[in-house]
């Protein structure tokens, strides 16, 4: 690729087009008038004119009293965006820190591109905010342009992340027309001002070249990037002997003032890959300052073998590369870019793109959490860093990618889960448990190293403590996953600590310990290098600029065949910080707290018998192990899908795990649940989505109303809580109006046209299915479970003696489910199917979204029985393509 890139560029015209930048107002915003405020429900806005930088500014006022959501000021604003751009305008405010979203879109805004800057402190005075074309991306819309050609409408948008009240004021909204960059970027020209010079020899793509510096002369490196470059970061790669352990690296715009770009100290040679974030440079200068060491060489290839030489005399450079932007957006990015350059197994495999499983390591109820990877990493906390283990066997570094991987859970069914890696001659069972109460948990590890071969061997295992989440780059929702700055990492001569947080106390007494920064080789195979390591009995600190620390505890351990040796650790997950544990019986202090732990799950997860013939274990295994992943996810009373991307509560998920919940003997956890969310459901009745620490979210899912009537009569249904379904009757007669309100929006005349009378009754279209998330969609999930609502709240109504309130429920109940019947088949005949349409509007194909209707809705006999039929028949004959690898691609 970059071979391929080298030899484009030779065709590509260097010198800068002829253009003028012209900057152009698109609304100097005198006149507020043109602007509308608006906000999400029970959040006030408005727009005013005001001083500003330039004559008057527009400035949105908000108040976000207590609740989640947005506010907004927009006007239409129609104009054409060339091939490079910035969109800009002077910005200040006032008011907490609160994302910032600047969209265009088209007139109708289904399509909409914007820039979004999440928890933006607004400054006091004007400053100039810019956008450039890159920063503006496609926010969702079911047009298939990616790129933003023709914008009809303009939004600054406040959403809530602090929320409160404040306002922002905007001034001279304008477009810079901008030359557009080439599309291979041209080889930067080297010199070093010697003559004969060797610095071309560090830009021409060949490796067996170099430039070389005596080390003690004065001269440095200045590269011609051809024009004004935007770049994400430098790779260099030394020659084997002649590597700068120090230096320093400038860049300038002009050639004359020059300014500090990175600056590495202590680094290992070999390849070095510098992060250098939204970079703009013509020029840039290397500057050596000190070589590495002898003892501490490396070979270029990265393998990690260690050259024995005289110290060096002399720099040897031989390539430096100029990254794409891209290399350092993030240093997720960065070090998955890394990973690449590496062996595999060096980094987690979710690095490397590929998809990478873990499950969750908690305790009931507990807001903090671990998680251990399919490979056996141990995350330490949510969003934390890891424990990674390594096991160096006859010189050689074994990885997760060396060794054959399973995975279990304590009696099949426990959430104790354990890795073990397999290999000719020996074994390593990687186990982690939380144990303690939700507000003082601590997390283990413990690692079973078995000899299983006919012979003693000597091994090495590295518990290394790693910059990365087992939660994966992929995963991007609420709490990315990827990279886990550490900043700093000291060992005490007792424990790991990272950042001065994250304590990881040894079990045993490990043989070395090793601390390393990013650029002095904080990969596992530099950390186990003989040259790294200390003495365990050793205190040592390190700190690092770019939050790449790690470090490695080592065991030399000698097994006889059959032997095994234990060690472990704990850290504190919530809670304040425990007695340390007696060191040296690493397996007498685990045995005994996994013993403990398993009985309390088993308690909890037996409750509920079932019998079922043995064939069936692993449905048995699946349901109990299901159970204490709600029980480990929850916090507190707060049910919640997950404890990552999904560390949020869903309404649709709450109410269906408290289903659970309630049928597997923990009735009391409903209960709670119910208690907690009905004070967020809003003052119109609208049932909020989702709750997090932010407050309810506004955005209507109109599946929420029926879900939150259900879990209420749930909730009774097997507490006989008279007192809460009273104390939360006013939130479920709310919540039934706004659904009268909702259907009655589609029970007009307008929904009596032909090609509208499918839709006639139902609830309104809203996002609250994934599959609709790029156009809101008329789902029969919303109205299944709408339904449900009705008919639970002529329960509940019964259940509490409003018989006024039963008989009008009941009215609406039986109306709303036959607009649903009627729906359903004229759906099917508008679109010309056979099955029961996911969406009326769409006529698309959901069986498992349909299944609403018969549980929990019970509406199996009534639904057009032919229509249903087709829709599981179909489902089955989709299900069984699949198993045989046929794809359906309507389906
Ligand atoms: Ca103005
Ligand atoms: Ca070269
Ligand atoms: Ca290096």
């Given at each position: 690729?970059?071979?391929?890139?080298?030899?484009?560029?030779?065709?590509?015209?260097?010198?800068?087009?002829?253009?003028?930048?012209?900057?152009?107002?698109?609304?100097?915003?005198?006149?507020?008038?043109?602007?509308?405020?608006?906000?999400?429900?029970d959040?006030?806005?408005?727009?005013?004119?005001?001083?500003g930088?330039?004559?008057?500014?527009?400035?949105?006022?908000?108040?976000?009293?207590?609740?989640?959501?947005?506010?907004?000021?927009?006007?239409?604003?129609?104009?054409?965006?060339?091939?490079?751009?910035?969109?800009?305008?002077?910005?200040?405010?006032?008011?907490?820190?609160?994302?910032?979203?600047?969209?265009?879109?088209?007139?109708?805004?289904?399509?909409?591109?914007?820039?979004?800057?999440?928890?933006?402190?607004?400054?006091?005075?004007?400053?100039?905010?810019?956008?450039?074309?890159?920063?503006?991306?496609?926010?969702?819309?079911?047009?298939?342009?990616?790129?933003?050609?023709?914008?009809?409408?303009?939004e600054?948008?406040?959403?809530?992340?602090?929320?409160?009240?404040?306002?922002?004021?905007?001034?001279?909204?304008s477009?810079?027309?901008?030359?557009?960059?080439?599309?291979?970027?041209?080889?930067?020209?080297?010199?070093?001002?010697?003559?004969?010079?060797?610095?071309?020899?560090?830009?021409?793509?060949?490796?067996?070249?170099?430039?070389?510096?005596?080390?003690?002369?004065?001269?440095?490196?200045?590269?011609?990037?051809g024009?004004?470059?935007?770049?994400?970061?430098?790779?260099?790669?030394?020659?084997e002997?002649?590597?700068?352990?120090?230096?320093?690296?400038?860049?300038?715009?002009?050639?004359?003032?020059?300014?500090?770009?990175?600056?590495?100290?202590?680094?290992?040679?070999?390849?070095?890959?510098?992060?250098?974030?939204?970079?703009?440079?013509?020029?840039?200068?290397?500057?050596?300052?000190?070589?590495?060491?002898?003892?501490?060489?490396?070979?270029?290839?990265?393998?990690g073998?260690?050259?024995?030489a005289?110290?060096?005399?002399?720099?040897?450079?031989?390539?430096?590369?100029?990254?794409?932007?891209?290399?350092?957006?993030?240093?997720?990015?960065?070090?998955?870019?890394?990973?690449?350059?590496?062996r595999?197994?060096?980094?987690?495999?979710?690095?490397s793109?590929?998809?990478?499983?873990?499950?969750?390591?908690?305790?009931?109820?507990?807001?903090?959490?671990?998680?251990?990877?399919?490979?056996?990493?141990?995350?330490?906390?949510?969003?934390?860093?890891?424990?990674?283990?390594?096991?160096?066997?006859?010189?050689?570094?074994?990885?997760w990618?060396?060794?054959?991987?399973?995975?279990?859970?304590?009696?099949?069914?426990?959430?104790?889960?354990?890795?073990?890696?397999?290999?000719?001659?020996?074994?390593?069972?990687?186990?982690?448990?939380?144990?303690?109460s939700?507000?003082?948990?601590?997390?283990?590890?413990?690692?079973?190293?078995?000899?299983?071969?006919?012979r003693?061997?000597?091994?090495?295992?590295?518990?290394?403590?790693?910059?990365?989440?087992?939660?994966?780059?992929?995963?991007?929702?609420?709490?990315?996953?990827?990279?886990?700055?550490?900043?700093?990492?000291?060992?005490?001569?007792a424990?790991?600590?990272?950042?001065?947080?994250?304590?990881?106390?040894?079990?045993?007494?490990?043989?070395?310990?090793?601390?390393?920064?990013?650029?002095?080789?904080?990969?596992?195979?530099?950390?186990?290098?003989?040259?790294?390591?200390?003495?365990?009995?050793?205190?040592?600190?390190?700190?690092?600029?770019?939050?790449?620390?790690?470090?490695?505890?080592?065991?030399?351990v000698?097994?006889?065949?059959?032997?095994?040796?234990?060690?472990?650790?704990?850290?504190?997950?919530?809670?304040?910080t425990?007695?340390?544990?007696?060191?040296?019986?690493?397996?007498?202090?685990?045995?005994t707290?996994?013993?403990?732990?398993?009985?309390?799950?088993?308690?909890?997860?037996?409750?509920?018998?079932?019998?079922?013939?043995?064939?069936?274990?692993?449905?048995?295994?699946?349901?109990?192990?299901?159970?204490?992943?709600?029980?480990?996810?929850?916090?507190?009373?707060?049910?919640?899908?997950?404890?990552r991307?999904?560390?949020?509560?869903?309404?649709?998920?709450?109410?269906?795990?408290?289903?659970?919940?309630?049928?597997?003997?923990?009735?009391?956890?409903?209960?709670?649940?119910?208690?907690?969310?009905?004070?967020?459901?809003?003052?119109?009745?609208?049932?909020?989505?989702?709750?997090?620490?932010?407050?309810?979210?506004?955005?209507?899912?109109?599946?929420?109303?029926?879900?939150?009537?259900?879990?209420?009569?749930e909730?009774?249904?097997?507490?006989?809580?008279?007192?809460?379904?009273?104390?939360?009757?006013?939130?479920?007669?709310?919540?039934?109006?706004?659904m009268?309100?909702?259907?009655?929006?589609?029970?007009?005349?307008?929904?009596?046209?032909?090609?509208?009378?499918?839709?006639?009754?139902?609830?309104?279209?809203?996002?609250?299915?994934?599959?609709?998330?790029?156009?809101?969609?008329?789902?029969?999930?919303?109205?299944?479970?709408?339904?449900l609502?009705?008919?639970?709240?002529?329960?509940?109504?019964?259940?509490?003696?409003?018989?006024?309130?039963?008989?009008?429920?009941?009215?609406?109940?039986?109306?709303?489910?036959?607009d649903?019947?009627?729906?359903?088949?004229?759906?099917?005949?508008?679109?010309?199917?056979?099955?029961?349409?996911?969406?009326?509007?769409?006529?698309?194909?959901?069986?498992?979204?349909?299944?609403?209707?018969?549980?929990?809705?019970?509406?199996?006999?009534?639904?057009?029985?032919e229509?249903?039929?087709?829709?599981?028949?179909?489902?089955?004959?989709?299900?069984?393509?699949?198993?045989?690898?046929?794809?359906?691609?309507?389906?």
């Amino acid at each position: 690729m970059r071979l391929a890139a080298s030899l484009f560029a030779i065709a590509v015209a260097i010198s800068t087009p002829a253009f003028a930048q012209q900057t152009r107002v698109l609304d100097p915003m005198e006149d507020a008038a043109a602007w509308k405020a608006d906000a999400s429900t029970d959040v006030s806005s408005a727009v005013s004119s005001v001083v500003g930088h330039d004559g008057r500014a527009v400035r949105l006022s908000y108040d976000f009293n207590g609740k989640a959501g947005y506010a907004f000021a927009a006007r239409d604003l129609p104009f054409d965006l060339p091939d490079n751009y910035e969109i800009s305008f002077w910005v200040r405010g006032e008011g907490p820190a609160n994302t910032f979203e600047v969209k265009f879109t088209d007139a109708a805004a289904e399509n909409v591109w914007w820039k979004q800057t999440a928890r933006h402190d607004f400054p006091d005075g004007w400053s100039r905010f810019v956008i450039k074309r890159r920063q503006v991306s496609k926010a969702w819309g079911p047009g298939p342009e990616t790129e933003l050609r023709r914008a009809e409408r303009v939004e600054f948008v406040v959403v809530a992340a602090d929320g409160g009240r404040g306002f922002i004021d905007i001034d001279e909204l304008s477009i810079r027309e901008l030359p557009v960059d080439p599309v291979v970027p041209p080889q930067p020209i080297a010199s070093d001002g010697r003559s004969p010079s060797t610095a071309s020899r560090a830009v021409d793509n060949d490796i067996r070249t170099a430039w070389t510096l005596p080390v003690g002369e004065a001269s440095v490196l200045t590269l011609d990037l051809g024009y004004e470059r935007e770049f994400g970061g430098l790779t260099l790669r030394w020659g084997e002997r002649g590597a700068a352990a120090d230096y320093r690296i400038s860049a300038s715009l002009d050639g004359r003032d020059w300014r500090e770009l990175a600056t590495v100290a202590g680094g290992d040679g070999g390849v070095d890959w510098l992060r250098t974030p939204e970079a703009t440079a013509r020029w840039l200068r290397l500057k050596p300052l000190r070589p590495v060491p002898a003892s501490d060489v490396v070979g270029s290839s990265g393998a990690g073998q260690r050259l024995g030489a005289a110290p060096a005399t002399i720099y040897v450079l031989n390539e430096i590369e100029v990254e794409p932007l891209a290399f350092g957006a993030d240093p997720t990015v960065f070090v998955e870019a890394v990973a690449k350059q590496n062996r595999r197994g060096l980094y987690p495999r979710g690095f490397s793109g590929e998809q990478s499983y873990w499950t969750l390591v908690g305790v009931d109820g507990g807001g903090e959490s671990g998680l251990i990877g399919e490979d056996g990493a141990i995350e330490l906390r949510r969003a934390g860093p890891s424990i990674e283990p390594f096991v160096v066997d006859n010189g050689r570094l074994i990885t997760w990618a060396d060794v054959n991987v399973e995975q279990g859970l304590k009696d099949g069914d426990l959430p104790i889960p354990s890795v073990t890696w397999t290999t000719d001659d020996w074994t390593l069972k990687i186990t982690s448990f939380a144990d303690g109460s939700a507000d003082q948990a601590q997390l283990w590890g413990r690692y079973d190293l078995t000899n299983t071969s006919s012979r003693p061997r000597t091994l090495t295992l590295a518990l290394t403590a790693r910059p990365m989440q087992v939660n994966a780059p992929r995963q991007f929702l609420a709490i990315p996953g990827g990279v886990s700055p550490v900043e700093k990492i000291a060992w005490d001569g007792a424990q790991l600590s990272l950042n001065d947080t994250v304590r990881v106390q040894p079990l045993a007494t490990p043989d070395h310990v090793a601390l390393a920064t990013f650029d002095a080789g904080s990969d596992p195979q530099s950390l186990v290098l003989p040259s790294v390591q200390r003495p365990a009995g050793d205190p040592a600190t390190t700190t690092d600029a770019v939050g790449l620390a790690a470090g490695a505890l080592t065991y030399e351990v000698t097994l006889q065949p059959g032997e095994r040796r234990t060690v472990g650790w704990v850290s504190q997950l919530s809670g304040e910080t425990l007695a340390p544990e007696p060191m040296g019986q690493a397996s007498a202090v685990l045995d005994t707290v996994e013993a403990r732990l398993a009985a309390e799950w088993r308690e909890k997860l037996d409750r509920v018998e079932l019998t079922l013939p043995p064939a069936a274990q692993r449905i048995e295994d699946a349901l109990k192990s299901s159970l204490a992943h709600m029980l480990m996810s929850r916090q507190g009373p707060i049910l919640q899908p997950g404890t990552r991307s999904y560390n949020r509560s869903w309404i649709r998920d709450g109410a269906m795990m408290a289903e659970g919940l309630n049928r597997l003997g923990m009735a009391e956890h409903s209960a709670d649940y119910l208690r907690w969310y009905a004070p967020y459901v809003f003052e119109n009745g609208k049932v909020p989505c989702c709750v997090d620490a932010r407050g309810a979210d506004p955005v209507p899912e109109n599946d929420s109303h029926g879900e939150f009537v259900f879990l209420a009569a749930e909730t009774y249904r097997y507490t006989k809580d008279e007192a809460l379904l009273r104390q939360v009757w006013p939130q479920v007669q709310k919540a039934i109006a706004y659904m009268d309100d909702l259907r009655a929006s589609t029970r007009t005349a307008a929904f009596q046209a032909p090609d509208q009378r499918h839709l006639y009754g139902l609830l309104p279209p809203t996002i609250s299915h994934e599959g609709y998330s790029d156009k809101a969609a008329y789902s029969y999930w919303d109205d299944f479970w709408g339904l449900l609502g009705y008919k639970d709240a002529v329960f509940i109504a019964e259940t509490l003696g409003d018989a006024a309130a039963a008989v009008r429920y009941a009215a609406a109940r039986d109306e709303f489910a036959a607009d649903i019947r009627a729906s359903i088949t004229a759906t099917a005949a508008h679109h010309g199917i056979d099955w029961i349409a996911g969406a009326a509007d769409r006529g698309d194909f959901d069986a498992t979204s349909t299944t609403i209707a018969l549980s929990p809705a019970g509406e199996q006999d009534n639904l057009p029985p032919e229509l249903m039929a087709r829709t599981f028949d179909r489902y089955w004959e989709n299900f069984q393509n699949r198993r045989s690898n046929r794809t359906d691609r309507k389906s």
